[in-house]
């Protein structure tokens, strides 16, 4: 069965005429006759009572006609709907947490309200788990922190990002710049496994054979926001995450003498995908709004 049975069906079934439906459907009268022949045999079932050399529609075949008429207008609203317009279809997008929490929401409010014929699924995770899902299909695309290691998936640099160390000691940071060396026996307090944020931390301590002192580790930021506030802990973490703390003087930026570090904010599609115009003008949305916070 195909859209071309289900239209000379409803055609037939409007118009009861062979050669006009044929005409109509830039069809041959003999196509018209098969493609109807074949679709009743298709169903187990004849539609028309065949009355001399006329066909008129019978019980099931009005039944039928009614129930699928409306769905089939549906079917043919989509399909040009599809074809003419770019902006147009259901996508699935995930973020790891800095970037969910700080700058996508506003980014897909701003493109539903501009394009109100996508549909947008979203949702948040840890870098590697993004990209977990962007691997096995879950996913259409996917926007994360830090460094990608997977084969499977293919990445483009959207903007760098300098995580910044913080605490709530503002003569502590005052104090500063420290040798990074001198803070490792703080209470460090950093994300799990899997997070962009702790992988970009650990790798440049540890390139430099430091060890810090993981005190307790967090699966969001709010959590380790809110434990900051204890005596002797730190953290490195996206200034994005801390900006409203640092503004408000609740927590404060402890200046580093001999590091600095450096993330890459990643997209992340399947290497086997090709991204639709749809996808990359979501992209370049994300692109946008990352340059303007990198001003």
């Known amino acids: ?41 298709e169903l187990g079932v004849e539609l028309f009572d065949r009355l ?33 317009d770019t902006m147009v279809g259901d996508v699935k997008l995930g973020a790891s947490t800095t970037l969910a929490d700080h700058v996508l929401p506003q980014i897909l409010y701003d493109f539903k309200m501009q394009h109100e014929l996508v549909n947008i699924a979203f949702e ?18 996917g926007f994360v922190e ?15 990002e300098e995580p910044v160390v913080v605490t709530s000691d503002r003569k502590f940071a005052e ?22 944020t702790r992988e970009t931390f650990l790798m ?4 430099r054979g430091l060890s810090p002192n993981i005190f307790l580790e967090f699966s969001n930021n709010d959590a380790i926001k809110t434990v900051l506030h204890n005596a002797g802990t ?3 973490i996206s200034p994005m995450v801390v900006d409203t703390e640092l503004k408000h003087g609740d927590l404060f930026v402890v200046p580093i003498k001999d590091l600095r570090f450096s993330r890459p904010f990643m997209r992340v599609m399947h290497s086997d995908k090709t991204p639709s115009p749809l996808l990359e003008s979501v992209t370049e949305a994300v692109l946008g709004t990352l340059a303007q916070q990198g001003d």
Not at 181 to 186: A, D, F, I, P, S
Request: contains cysteine; charged residues 25%.
């Open 204 to 207: 440049e301590v540890m390139r």
């Open 175 to 196: 104090a500063g710049p420290y040798p990074i060396g001198e803070l490792m026996g703080k209470k460090w307090l950093i994300r799990q496994e899997g997070s962009g």
């Open 234 to 236: 730190l953290a490195c």
């Open 52 to 84: 001399g050399r006329g066909i008129r529609l019978n019980e099931k075949g009005r039944m039928l006609a009614a129930r699928l008429a409306p769905l089939y207008r549906r079917l043919d609203e989509s399909i040009h709907l599809v074809m003419a």
């Open 146 to 160: 830090g460094l990608v290691h997977d084969p499977k998936v293919r990445t483009t640099l959207l903007r760098e």
């Open 124 to 141: 948040s995770a840890s870098t590697l788990e993004i990209v977990k899902r962007v691997e096995s299909g879950a996913l259409d695309m």
């Open 1 to 41: 069965m195909n859209i071309r049975s289900l239209e000379i069906f409803l055609a037939l079934a409007r118009t009861p005429n062979m050669r006009d439906v044929a005409a109509r459907l830039f069809l041959s009268q003999a196509g018209v006759s098969s493609a109807l022949r074949s679709f009743e045999t």
